[in-house]
């Protein structure tokens, strides 16, 4: 079965540098969501994309951005970046239907790290 | 403020036996609970969840329980393999589609 996939899956950047993650989730979910895991923490949600429009918005900096395409795949801008922005980035989508709790699936993650 | 907590950093079981993964939660709203399983270097795997409208869910050698009174719920793995060893989330969200927060995880070693 096809699974929510994230690219890339490693990043090295620079402070103050930009990186943009990409997710493309399982085909006809319609909701994206993005999640931060820093090291010996737990996921921390970020944002989250139901049917191209913006849905919820968590612990997220102005520094970073993200948006929904036509095509449901997202992306997730990061600017400026700072050294506690190093972290596992992962993307899960849901099928989101009426009267239904259904799971998020995770993607395998991007590994940021900023020097 | 950690309203999903996993207080067991670790659990060692021996190959064979059950393995009881813990997880409370403070906040009432929460209304479905979802268990995953994390390698290194991997994406959360999704194992089993649990709408808060029953107390127990069964899925082959994983059982999920929950006591809304308590605040509680509980992930049973019977018989714990070797393959079972990793680190177990414990998430809540309390609306249909929602963020999910999670508990710290517990790393499961399964000896053989």
């Known amino acids: 079965a096809a699974g929510v996939i994230q690219s890339p899956r490693h990043l090295i950047k620079e402070k103050r540098e930009t990186a943009t993650l990409k997710c493309y989730p399982i085909?006809?979910?319609?909701?994206v969501y993005w999640y931060q895991q820093g090291p010996g923490q737990d996921p921390q949600f970020l944002i989250s994309f139901y049917e191209k429009m913006q849905s919820d918005k968590g612990s997220i900096p102005d520094r970073f951005s993200a948006q929904q395409f036509s095509d449901y795949h997202s992306e997730l801008n990061m600017s400026s970046l700072e050294l506690g922005d190093s972290a596992l980035y992962f993307c899960a989508s849901s099928l989101v239907r009426q009267g239904i709790q259904n799971e998020q699936f995770f993607g395998p993650g991007t590994r940021l790290t900023v020097l | 403020d950690q309203q999903v907590k996993q207080n067991s950093p670790s659990l060692s079981v021996q190959e064979g036996r059950i393995s009881i993964l813990n997880c409370d939660y403070t906040n009432s709203m929460f209304d479905y609970f979802l268990w995953y399983k994390k390698y290194p270097a991997e994406g959360p795997t999704f194992l089993i969840s649990?709408?808060?409208?029953?107390d127990k869910n069964e899925d082959g050698r994983f059982t999920v329980f929950l006591n809304k009174s308590a605040k509680h719920l509980s992930l049973h793995i019977v018989p714990s393999q070797p393959g079972d060893s990793a680190v177990y989330f414990c998430?809540?969200?309390?609306?249909?589609?929602?963020?999910?927060?999670f508990g710290q995880g517990t790393e499961l070693s399964v000896k053989p």
């Open positions: 085909p006809r979910h319609d909701t």
């Open positions: 998430a809540a969200s309390y609306n249909q589609g929602g963020k999910l927060i």
């Open positions: 649990i709408s808060s409208i029953k």
